[in-house]
């Protein structure tokens, strides 16, 4: 009899798990369609009933952040960063909010958390670099790029922005360089910039079209 018993305890554990997972996936589901308003009371519940469950916080926290609501993302990622402090992920969505509310030392502070948590990854790199970019901090924010870069040459959005950081330090070919390198990958902000600063024609950097 304490054997069935058992067996029922782990039965109904499982089915709650997969319901639980069900609902997850149905709310992963709306955020893909762009429907974060909607997935949010599900994710509310199920951290409801599972606080300690890291995903469906952070899943939430994406959704509000979609929907501009930065401050309730903020504490989501917090308790998330409280939870496993060597997250680097958690600490970049900290510093993504504290940028999206204009408190820059601590977004700058989260930023290099992230990098120091993971050096690999290229978009800490560049959101650091961009952060110091509208400081016009431009030395530190050409570093940064520099090593966006050598994680990921082809991150055009890392070139055109270097191409920014170079030309107000007064390396104007570099800058020329970048930009028409970031258009040759079909960045369009770098025309403007071509056309405005550099002798180089807008043509050879235009993306090529390869035959099929």
């Known amino acids: 009899m304490r054997g069935l018993f058992l067996s029922l305890i782990l039965i109904t554990s499982t089915a709650i798990a997969q319901t639980d997972e069900e609902i997850n996936n149905n709310a992963v589901n709306l955020m893909d ?3 974060y308003k909607e997935a949010i009371p599900f994710f509310s519940k199920l951290i409801q009933g ?3 469950n890291t995903l469906y916080r952070y899943n939430r926290a994406i959704a509000l952040s979609n929907l501009g609501r930065v401050k309730e993302a903020l504490a989501d990622y917090t308790i998330l960063y409280a939870t496993i402090p060597d997250e680097s992920e958690y600490a970049f969505q900290i510093g993504n909010s504290y940028e999206a509310l204009d408190s820059i030392p601590q977004a700058d502070f989260f930023f290099s958390e992230a990098i120091r948590l993971d050096n690999t990854n290229y978009l800490y790199f ?3 670099g961009t952060l110091y970019l509208k400081q016009f901090e431009w030395t530190k924010a050409r570093q940064d ?5 050598a994680l990921n040459p082809y991150h055009d959005n890392s070139l055109h922005n270097r191409g920014i950081a170079l030309y107000k330090l007064g390396f104007k070919e570099l800058a020329c360089t970048d930009w028409c390198q970031a258009i040759a990958l079909g960045n369009t902000h770098s025309i403007s910039h071509l056309e405005k600063n550099c002798k180089k024609r807008l043509e050879p950097c235009q ?3 390869e035959d099929n």
């Open 145 to 149: 790029f520099d090593a966006s870069l």
């Open 207 to 209: 993306p090529k079209n």
């Open 50 to 52: 599972n606080p300690e």
């Open 33 to 35: 369609e762009g429907r």
């Open 126 to 128: 560049f959101k650091r």
